[in-house]
């Protein structure tokens, strides 16, 4: 599976950044609209930006935010039809950008029509969910609108196995599985093999928070796991001014990088945007540490714009984080464009030297406030990136005495 190696992703949440109804309230707000066409008009944005994956959010029909499928089968009315994601995919191949689809296999809204028929007394229907004694539904962290698949059932794992292969023909290359740290290894472990006797190059990333990704990574089958802990090391380390913290993670990192790549990034639709966190000149240096590092970088649409945002714990607490893009790219803002430019630079870097994407860093000069880190490759190659937070935000990229790109320009 060379072919990842090579992957940056755009990070895109459909149904925010078309600006559909997250929480619709009535049936016209359901109603069949065309709406994927808005993420067309993005692609070649994309491709000057220089990612060549579409990691897309949920497009399955559901109830509200895209996590509460109701059929994986089906595009959400929302977005469009059949058609429409139909030519989203083929407009994505004539620009050599994959796609990666978002599985939540862990989970299903209530109105789906499986645990509708089961609550209606369908004992074949039971079998797909999990029961908790008192006959209710186990729902997923306490969700009531979330019924927890049963993972030790044969049909699910049929289920599961068939909607991978159905999107793998119609021309994905992967799928992002939403929550696999709530999934039984086991699962994973019986249903993956099973789409990689028809599909050997899908690549399949499970989305894991805490634990031994490594150890998960292989008793599950997958091939990646989302780098949450680098993700937190890298906000927490510039927010607090200590790069002790950021260094010693990136040493785990290297062990993970071991035995395979994980998706690296600073944000995504689940966390704070992470200009938000650190303000817009820090955020910078956060930006150099997702490109300078191994792994597989995603950058989540807004992130190459400085776009801010917080996500809170409430109703629509999501909603700033998920916002939608405008009719084209001439309509934005000119305030996010060196931000746009960093990225492209960056992007640029790691095009030119792909053998960054399974490098090791080691530390050349570690202080709090300031840390100058070798990115070493396979083969000898080597780059130097010193960062540094005094007097301003600042980052430098050099091979031997050959500067590569600075940040901020002179």
């Known amino acids: 599976m060379d072919w990842i190696t090579h992957a940056i992703w755009w990070h ?15 049936d016209c707000e359901r109603e069949l609209t065309h709406r994927l066409g808005h993420l067309e ?77 089961a609550l209606d007394g369908d004992e074949h229907a039971r079998r797909y969910f999990r029961w908790n004694p008192d006959g209710t539904p186990v729902p997923f962290e306490g969700h009531g609108a979330l019924v927890t698949l049963n993972h030790d059932e044969p049909l699910v794992q049929d289920m599961v196995a068939g909607v991978m292969c159905h999107w793998l023909r119609r021309g994905i290359s992967g799928w992002r599985l939403d929550a696999a740290y709530a999934v039984p290894e086991a699962f994973w472990a019986a249903v993956l093999p099973r789409v990689r006797e028809e599909f050997p190059d899908a690549w399949f990333l499970g989305e894991v928070i805490h634990g031994d990704y490594a150890s998960i990574v292989a008793d599950a089958t997958l091939d990646s796991v989302t780098q949450y802990e680098l993700w937190k090391a890298t906000w927490s380390g510039l927010k607090d001014g200590n790069f002790f913290e950021l260094d010693w993670c990136l040493q785990r990192h290297n062990r993970l990088l071991d035995g395979l790549l994980p998706l690296t ?113 396979a083969e000898g190659q080597r780059l130097r990136v010193a960062l540094s937070l005094d007097p301003t935000p600042s980052a430098r990229i050099t091979r031997d005495d050959e500067e590569l790109l600075r940040h901020p320009h002179d």
């Open 12 to 26: 895109v949440y459909p149904l925010g950044f078309t600006g559909a109804p997250i929480r619709p309230t009535s």
């Open 41 to 117: 008009a993005w692609l070649d944005y994309a491709v000057e930006l220089g990612v060549n994956g579409l990691k897309l959010g949920p497009i399955f029909a559901s109830e509200t935010h895209g996590y509460d499928t109701v059929d994986h089968l089906s595009v959400d009315p929302r977005l469009g039809d059949d058609a429409d994601v139909e030519h989203l995919f083929q407009e994505c191949h004539a620009r050599g950008i994959r796609i990666l689809l978002d599985g939540v296999f862990n989970h299903v809204g209530r109105n789906h029509p499986l645990f509708q028929s």
């Open 265 to 377: 990034f600073v944000g995504n639709h689940d966390v704070n945007r992470i200009a938000s966190t650190l303000g817009d000149g820090v955020a910078a240096l956060a930006h150099v540490v997702l490109f300078t590092v191994g792994g597989v970088p995603a950058v989540y649409y807004g992130d190459e714009q400085g776009y801010h945002g917080t996500k809170t714990e409430r109703e629509g607490g999501d909603d700033e984080v998920r916002p939608p893009f405008p009719a084209h790219p001439d309509d934005l803002s000119p305030i996010g464009d060196w931000v746009y430019r960093l990225h492209q630079e960056l992007i640029s870097l790691r095009r030119r030297e792909p053998w960054l994407a399974t490098a090791r860093t080691q530390a050349v000069d570690l202080q709090n406030r300031a840390y100058t880190y070798d990115v070493v490759g």
